[in-house]
Structures are given as C-alpha cells and as structure tokens.
C-alpha cells in the first residue's frame, strides 16, 4: 500500500490566487512527521514546512500553511498568493517513528506539479 | 542554499564503469542519507549513515554501497552501472538530535546519465 498519496498529478493557479495541493499518508505509527519539499525545474529540493503528529495547530511558513487532519490522515499544503516563481514539483513526504535509534528516512508521494498562470 | 553540497553536479558514464557521487552534510550534522530520483520509481531511500555508521539500508542495490568518513562527508559507489541507474541522486543531512521536528535539508543532487 501506498504510504503517501498524492492525487493530484498536475495543478494549475491564476497568479495571486490561493491553491491547495492534496497528500494522504497511511501509518500506523502514532509518532510521525509530514514534509513539503518544492523542486524546481532546476532539480533541488526545497524544504517547505514541517508537521508533527501530536502538533496541535497546524504549522504556517510565510506563504506556506499546511492543513492537517490527522482523523483522515491528510496533511494538505496550501500556498496564498501564488506567484509565478512558485511553479514547480512539490512533494509530500513522511518519516515514521521519533526514536533516535530508529531509521528516520522519508517516504515521498509522486508529487504534483504546480504552474502559476499570469 | 541548504548548505549541502554534492560532486559532481552532473556525470556522463558508460554501462559497466563505475563512479564516486560525494556529499558533504550541513556543518554540525551527523546523518547522511542518499536518495534516488528517477522518472520511473519516483523518490526512493537508498541508505542513511549516522556518524560513521550505517543506520538504515533502503532500496538500494548490491551493486552499490556507501561510507561516511571520520570528517563525516559521504561518498555513494555505483558501479557496473545499467542504462536504468540513470537518475538524480541526493544527499540530504539532519542533525539527528532525536526530536521529531528533526529535518532533512537536501543539496542540489547529481544527475547521472549512463549511455
């Protein structure tokens, strides 16, 4: 099964509109963390944002929010005021577990690739 | 700039050689991990070293291996490489300080293409 799913293969936002890019995750692992990483047509990948498992408020980075709903397990990405410079690939990433001894890699959706429309 | 760095950026190889990828981590990071990017099987986990040690092994075949060295640099081998080894390979780190907030940052990756 899937760990990450992201539905959406491509989405397409009008310049200063707001978008929502859809993850859902499947753990059964009570502590977990959720990563957004953006990847330009360049190829790096930028870190986003960041949601733990027992966060109780969902976590915001500037532009960036990111909407959890840990009973449906989604943890949805939702950039305001889209900019041209944010067309790019993004993906949903998870890492299960928070000991230190563990594994802590992380399992990535297939992404979404996200053009802004001027 | 994530403050990791890759070598080379980009690699031109045959099928059967073999190639070194370096990846020096974040200054005060102790986790190295390497991940596969290719067009088919997406995002993958190769393998994580932890100060010097390997921590976890993913998806990653025998034809490759890894090490991290003393000054905690890590160097991924490949070799007999296959026309399907072409693909982006990243190096991330984390400072593994044991908390869940705990974050890979990844360098720019090495696109390697073998003809």
């Known amino acids: 099964a899937q760990k990450i799913t992201q539905t959406q293969p491509g989405m397409f936002v009008q310049e200063k509109e707001a978008v929502t890019l859809d993850c859902t995750y499947d753990t059964s692992d009570p502590s977990y963390g959720l990563f957004w990483y953006k990847q330009p047509s360049s190829g790096e990948m930028i870190f986003l944002i960041y949601q733990g498992s027992y966060d109780q408020q969902n976590a915001t980075e500037g532009r960036y929010s990111l909407n959890f709903q840990k009973a449906r397990k989604s943890a949805n990405l939702v950039i305001s005021a889209s900019q041209l410079g944010d067309s790019a690939m993004y993906f949903c990433?998870?890492?299960?577990?928070?000991?230190?001894?563990?594994?802590?890699?992380?399992?990535f959706g297939s992404g979404t690739q996200l053009t802004v429309l001027p | 700039d994530s403050g990791v760095t890759q070598t080379p950026k980009h690699l031109i190889t045959a099928t059967g050689q073999r190639v070194t990828l370096r990846c020096s981590p974040r200054s005060g990071d102790l986790s190295v991990y390497w991940y596969q990017q290719s067009l088919d099987q997406g995002l993958q986990f190769l393998i994580q070293?932890?100060?010097?040690?390997?921590?976890a092994k993913g998806n990653i075949l025998e034809r490759f291996s890894a090490q991290q060295f003393p000054d905690l640099h890590s160097e991924l081998n490949l070799s007999s490489l296959e026309l399907g080894d072409s693909a982006l390979y990243f190096c991330?780190?984390?400072?593994?300080?044991?908390?869940?907030?705990?974050?890979?940052?990844f360098g720019p990756g090495t696109r390697l293409t073998v003809l």
């Open positions: 991330a780190s984390s400072a593994e300080v044991g908390l869940s907030t705990d974050t890979q940052y």
């Open positions: 070293y932890y100060n010097g040690e390997e921590r």
């Open positions: 990433a998870m890492r299960e577990g928070s000991d230190s001894g563990s594994a802590r890699q992380l399992t």
